[in-house]
C-alpha cells in the first residue's frame, strides 16, 4: 500500500528531489502491476527476449517480465528503489539487473539497446524539460523492431494537469515508429495505488 503522509508528493506536482524519493522508497510501496497494462504486453509483445522497465520503482513490473522469460534491467535513479526491486525479484525467484541512472538529465549514454522498454509512473514525476529528456532516452533503448510501452498519468488526485495531453502520442507519430496503440482516457478511476488517476497508454514499434 503507498504511504498517504509522502505520497501524493505534498508539494503538490512539482519535481520531488531524489532524496525525497529515496525517504519515499525506504517506508512505501505501490501494489501490484496494473492488469491491463500487462494484458497490452502480452497482445503486441511477441518473441522478446531483453527488456528495460525504466523508472522501475520497487520493480512491480521488472519482475513480471522476468516472470515471462525477459532478461531484464530495472533503471531507476534511487539506490533504494533497486535495493527493493532486487529484493522482490529475489522472493519471486526471477533475476532483475539493476542500473541506476537519472533519465530526466540531459545526456544518458545508450549502450545498450533492448527489445522491449516499458515504463509506468514515471512522466508525471518529471519536469516538463525532464519529460522530454526521458521520452528522449526510452526511444534511443528500443532496438530497432523492438517496442516502447508507456504508462502515464495526466492527472493525479486533484494534483492538476501533469503529462499533458498529446504530447507523448506526439512524440511517436513519425516515420521511425509506428503506433500499435494509444490511449488517453478523459475520466478518473481508482488505480492499484489505490488512488484516483486518468492515465495515457501507448505501445509503439520502431521501424527497422
Not at 522508497?25 to 502491476?33: H, I
Not at 509483445?45 to 525504466?54: E, I, L, P
Not at 513490473?61 to 522469460?69: D, H, M, N, T, W
Not at 508507456?150 to 511517436?172: E, F, H, S, T, W
Amino acid at each position: 500500500m503507498r504511504n498517504i503522509r509522502l505520497w501524493p508528493p505534498p508539494e503538490g506536482s512539482g519535481t520531488q528531489t531524489r532524496a525525497w524519493w529515496e525517504s519515499f522508497w525506504e517506508s512505501s510501496n505501490f501494489g501490484p502491476p496494473s492488469p491491463g497494462l500487462l494484458e497490452l504486453y502480452d497482445r503486441f509483445v511477441d518473441g522478446a527476449s531483453t527488456a528495460a522497465d525504466v523508472g522501475c520503482g520497487n520493480g512491480r513490473y521488472a519482475v513480471e517480465l522476468a516472470l515471462r522469460g525477459l532478461t531484464v534491467t530495472a533503471v531507476d535513479f534511487s539506490v533504494v528503489a533497486l535495493e527493493r526491486a532486487r529484493a522482490n525479484a529475489a522472493t519471486a525467484a526471477v533475476k532483475v539487473n539493476t542500473r541506476c541512472l537519472d533519465v530526466a538529465a540531459d545526456s544518458v549514454v545508450a549502450d545498450v539497446l533492448f527489445d522491449v522498454v516499458l515504463s509506468s509512473g514515471l512522466l508525471e514525476e518529471l519536469s516538463p524539460s525532464g519529460r522530454a529528456n526521458a521520452l528522449r532516452h526510452i526511444s534511443t533503448w528500443t532496438r530497432p523492431g523492438g517496442l516502447t510501452v508507456l504508462r502515464y498519468c495526466l492527472d493525479i488526485d486533484g494534483r492538476g494537469p501533469l503529462v499533458p495531453r498529446g504530447i507523448v502520442r506526439a512524440y511517436y507519430d513519425n516515420a521511425d515508429w509506428e503506433i500499435l496503440f494509444a490511449e488517453e482516457r478523459t475520466q478518473a478511476k481508482v488505480s492499484h495505488g489505490g488512488f484516483m488517476a486518468c492515465t495515457g497508454t501507448l505501445v509503439a514499434r520502431r521501424r527497422v
